[in-house]
């Protein structure tokens, strides 16, 4: 694609936009809920069981606490400070099977979300980690979906704004193209061949058989290439019950979920919650219905004052606002830590056991002590 065709493409798909431009034009509208509150984290309030509301930088060790036992997948939290043999036992010991997931506790679009197939990937993974992660049982359900839901403090019964089925980024094989040629060619993946060329280095030149679907990434996330259907129809009175019962402890946020079906779930049956996403969770549904950006606008900004209404709701119940200090000092230190997660999540690959033989001849491996030596000496 040229430089004409990326401009064209990038024009007519908002939704592909920087967040910075996206969110630039209602900006004023945040800025005036902030002036009201008298505070730049006057959200903080909107969901008390969680680090910062949920806006940025909480555990999901947070959220899982206040959830149903039993709602969300088999979870084991690991230090990098932890030896690999102490993690093999860990996982060993909690029951786990291949395939599990691994991802950052403290994470966002899908930064080193990985699949793990075996013990020696996990090695890998645990190498590469410089934060706590999350060891999780895979979910075979085969219906991934996105629930915002929104409650007021003092009100039994809450609203569910969206819902939208999440679908993987994948390719079909036809049985003569690579790889390779099959990820330059599929539009969805035009803007992210770097990042997936990475990723999938081992099987570049693999030739996928007639109709094999191969999957590019895991994570569902737009942000990495998922595509987001909605299901607004689907929202009812049923609906809205199961995520009351599940929502004791939350009032503003975003549900993914994998069920069998949204009529199993609204029956409170056969689903796992993947991750509850607090106050700075996105709204997916306007990604998802195709709203125009003016219109996804609209929804941005009266989820905010929604936003806005729970937290002075419950501010005036006496759960306090975040100083200016403690806001500021959290907001620098999560954003950092996600800075490198997305360099990391942009590097790290699995490597096979042929790849790692080629890499210790070309750069045979020196004691730790021998390089810290060299790095100080240098």
Not at 59 to 73: A, C, E, M
Not at 215 to 241: H, K, P, T
Request: proline letters at 4%; glycine letters at 8%; hydrophobic letters at 35%.
């Amino acid at each position: 694609m040229g430089i004409v065709g990326r401009g064209i493409y990038y024009l007519t798909h908002w939704e592909v936009w920087h967040w910075f431009v996206k969110y630039i034009i209602i900006g004023p509208a945040w800025l005036w809920f902030c002036f009201r509150s008298k505070s730049l984290w006057f959200f903080t309030p909107s969901n008390p069981g969680i680090t910062f509301g949920g806006f940025l930088g909480e555990t999901k060790r947070d959220s899982y606490r206040h959830l149903p036992p039993g709602s969300y997948p088999k979870s084991i939290y690991i230090s990098p400070r932890s030896t690999f043999p102490d993690v093999k036992s860990d996982v060993a010991a909690n029951g786990f099977r291949f395939p599990f997931v691994v991802k950052p506790d403290v994470g966002m679009m899908g930064f080193m979300f990985r699949k793990i197939e075996s013990f020696d990937q996990l090695r890998q993974y645990h190498a590469a980690m410089r934060s706590d992660y999350i060891v999780q049982e895979y979910s075979e359900y085969p219906v991934e979906i996105s629930v915002f839901y929104y409650r007021f403090p003092g009100e039994a019964k809450g609203h569910i704004s969206g819902v939208v089925r999440k679908e993987c980024m994948s390719v079909i094989g036809d049985g003569t193209s690579t790889l390779r040629q099959l990820i330059i060619n599929y539009p969805r993946a035009r803007f992210r061949t770097k990042e997936l060329f990475s990723k999938h280095s081992g099987r570049l030149d693999d030739i996928l058989e007639k109709d094999q679907e191969f999957v590019l990434s895991d994570a569902l996330n737009l942000s990495r290439g998922g595509r987001l259907v909605s299901l607004e129809r689907e929202i009812d009175d049923q609906l809205i019950r199961v995520f009351d019962n599940l929502s004791d402890q939350f009032y503003y946020g975003r549900y993914d979920i994998k069920c069998t079906s949204l009529d199993d779930l609204k029956q409170g049956k056969n689903f796992t919650i993947l991750e509850y996403n607090g106050c700075g969770g996105e709204p997916h549904h306007v990604y998802g219905d195709g709203s125009s950006f003016f219109r996804a606008c609209w929804v941005l900004a009266s989820h905010w004052h929604a936003l806005y209404r729970i937290s002075k709701l419950n501010r005036d119940k006496g759960i306090k606002v975040w100083s200016h200090a403690e806001g500021a000092a959290h907001m620098r230190k999560a954003l950092a830590h996600f800075e490198e997660l997305k360099r990391l999540d942009h590097t790290f690959t699995f490597k096979t056991e042929k790849e790692k033989s080629i890499s210790r001849t070309i750069f045979p491996p020196v004691s730790e002590w021998a390089f810290q030596k060299n790095i100080l000496h240098s």
